[in-house]
């Protein structure tokens, strides 16, 4: 653009947003477009970016969460105000509740008009909205701040423990223009966004005399560990210290879910037995039953806690030693030292393995039966089959018991390959987070999803065929929220609150869009058409009829469930 009259050249405030995000190496947006943020989305392709086009923001929102959780680079979704923005706001909350960084970027009306409430298009004062869900929110008022608007937000979304961040843009702020010679001073690319952390010595040196005195050690790894990119150093912890393990369901793959030293399929014996227990990028909330009570059995435990975030520890109980930093920096101090701590008894070692052994033995047992119609196990049983074949392939997972069951029955061998509804259980992830991982990695996505769940976020179908992504969904399909034989109890024309229409098809809504579907009731149908659709590497999806009557209410969740622990009257 230039000004005849000054003879100068001119930018927008559009161009500076796509520059500022270009020089930080950022080159995927997902979003949303609308009034006034269109524009913004054609600039951004046009620029070279690539553009992804949402049915619902929630699902945008997703995507970027997971993109970031991916590549420890902020995710970006793009929305318009108001309702495009609130949409928005349950992925943002989601990805701060879960640390996965991201930015929320949204267009917003008029600030005279929406201070003074006079109201506008879609008026709303986002900026307060945010807030209280986001680890930080900011507003660009000025063309000459977008550079250093866009750096704080990265630099807030990925430093320390990672978040979402919402960023507040104007609608007058994109048309704003500034000189070129002046746009370029202003944008910069954030120096070190994520700088390591070293761990204090005198910590780590206490983490080690706390491991010294272990007699049952246990090493935890959360989704932190996996988010962290650090597996050769944790892998070798592991194997130097010669410690059991527990990966946290997003952790699994860190190392082979077949390893050896593997303590997955004894976990309520380890956990009620360790006298030690090494947190690496795990919480001890709801998930780890707060690190007390009868999940943790007799024993007080000691526990060494890894994490960016000093004021997690004591969050609910005492840590004999934190270690704060990087989980790189610590694992990597660990390491130094590791030598000097004695290797776990074998009589820890093999009390875990017989264990091991016998839930294992049990559980091959129930996986091998073939039951008509199929259950979850047999089911799962194929998806574990086909995952051991296609290691690079990314897992999405939601549901009560669909979640429940794949969790502990599909192994994964590979980091930051299993994506799932994650520190709030929330259902809805499961196209998002397909989408988000597919693009983001270039490589295919099963999404083993409950019917229920699918449904929070199924148009998106559209938007995979759409893109032609390799994305096969698979819904456990049992006709209702947990399972689908509930009754009214009145005898009314409803049906029961848990219930849904009998025997839908969804296979017939990716036909719908030009993807392929199948509809399997054995166990045999699902493996050919799963191996099928993966090899096409194309959308699909498989509707698996699953017996009604085989989930139970709340999945595995049942004690958390308030009629489960209400007096019968
Ligand atoms: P999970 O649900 O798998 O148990 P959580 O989400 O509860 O895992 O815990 C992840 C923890 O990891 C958070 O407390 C977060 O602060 C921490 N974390 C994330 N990234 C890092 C990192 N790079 N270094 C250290 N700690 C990290
Ligand atoms: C945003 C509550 C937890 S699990 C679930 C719901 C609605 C669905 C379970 O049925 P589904 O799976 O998916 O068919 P399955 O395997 O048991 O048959 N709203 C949000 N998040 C949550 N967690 C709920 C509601 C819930």
Avoid at 142 to 164: K, L, Q, T, Y
Avoid at 262 to 282: H, K, M, N, Q, Y
Avoid at 542 to 560: M, Q
Wanted: net charge neutral; hydrophobic share 40%.
């Amino acid at each position: 653009m230039t000004n005849d009259n000054q003879n100068q050249e001119l930018t927008d405030g559009f161009h500076l947003v796509i520059d500022a995000l270009k020089a930080n190496d950022i080159d995927t947006i997902f979003g949303l477009v609308g009034i006034p943020i269109t524009d913004l989305c054609r600039l951004a392709q046009a620029e070279g970016m690539r553009f992804i086009g949402f049915r619902h923001e929630q699902n945008a929102g997703n995507a970027a969460a997971i993109a970031g959780y991916m590549t420890q680079k902020p995710g970006i979704c793009m929305t318009v105000s108001a309702p495009g923005f609130l949409n928005g706001l349950t992925a943002l909350a989601n990805a701060t509740v879960n640390c996965f960084p991201m930015i929320l970027i949204s267009g917003s009306s008029e600030r005279e008009i929406v201070d003074l409430q006079q109201g506008d298009y879609e008026e709303m004062d986002q900026l307060n909205a945010a807030k209280p869900y986001a680890k930080a929110a900011y507003r660009i008022n000025h063309a000459e701040d977008i550079g250093i608007g866009i750096a704080r937000a990265i630099r807030a979304a990925v430093s320390g423990r990672p978040g979402g961040v919402y960023l507040d843009l104007p609608a007058q702020l994109l048309s704003q223009t500034l000189s070129v010679a002046e746009a370029k001073k202003s944008i910069f690319k954030v120096i070190d966004p994520v700088p390591r952390q070293i761990p204090a010595a005198d910590a780590v040196e206490r983490a080690l005399n706390v491991l010294k005195g272990a007699k049952r050690p246990l090493i935890l790894l959360g989704k932190g560990a996996a988010y962290a990119q650090a597996d050769a150093d944790i892998k070798a912890l592991i194997e130097q210290s010669g410690i059991p393990y527990l990966p946290m369901s997003m952790a699994k793959g860190l190392l082979p879910d077949d390893h050896p030293q593997t303590a997955s399929p004894a976990r309520s014996f380890v956990l009620a037995e360790a006298d030690t227990v090494l947190l690496i990028g795990a919480r001890l909330n709801w998930l780890l039953a707060h690190g007390k009570g009868k999940t943790w059995g007799k024993e007080p435990k000691k526990f060494i806690q890894i994490d960016i975030q000093a004021n997690e520890v004591d969050s609910n109980v005492q840590i004999a030693a934190p270690l704060i930093g990087d989980i790189g920096s610590c694992v990597g101090e660990l390491l130094k030292g590791i030598a000097s701590v004695p290797k776990p008894s074998a009589e820890w070692i093999s009390a875990i393995n017989e264990r091991k052994d016998k839930n294992m033995a049990k559980m091959a047992e129930t996986l091998a039966k073939d039951v008509t119609p199929m259950n979850f196990h047999s089911a799962l049983r194929v998806i574990r089959d086909v995952v051991k074949k296609n290691p690079d392939i990314n897992l999405v997972n939601e549901g009560a018991n669909t979640l429940d069951y794949c969790r502990s029955i599909v192994n994964m061998f590979k980091p930051r390959k299993r994506f799932d509804s994650g520190t709030w259980g929330i259902m809805g992830i499961g196209m998002g987070y397909s989408i988000g991982a597919a693009v983001t990695s270039g490589l295919p996505v099963i999404a083993v999803e409950g019917d229920s769940a699918f449904g929070f976020s199924g148009m998106e179908l559209e938007t995979i065929c759409r893109y032609n992504l390799p994305i096969t969904t698979v819904i456990f399909n049992n006709n209702g929220v947990y399972r689908g034989t509930d009754v009214n109890p009145t005898g009314g024309a409803d049906v029961a609150p848990t219930v849904f229409v009998k025997n839908a098809r969804y296979d017939k809504m990716m036909e719908a869009f030009g993807g392929i579907g199948y509809n399997v009731t054995t166990p045999q149908e699902l493996e050919k058409a799963l191996t099928e659709a993966i090899a096409a590497g194309k959308p699909a999806l498989i509707n698996a009829v699953i017996d009604e009557t085989a989930g139970t209410e709340s999945g595995r969740l049942t004690n958390l469930n308030p009629a489960s622990t209400a007096t019968k009257k």
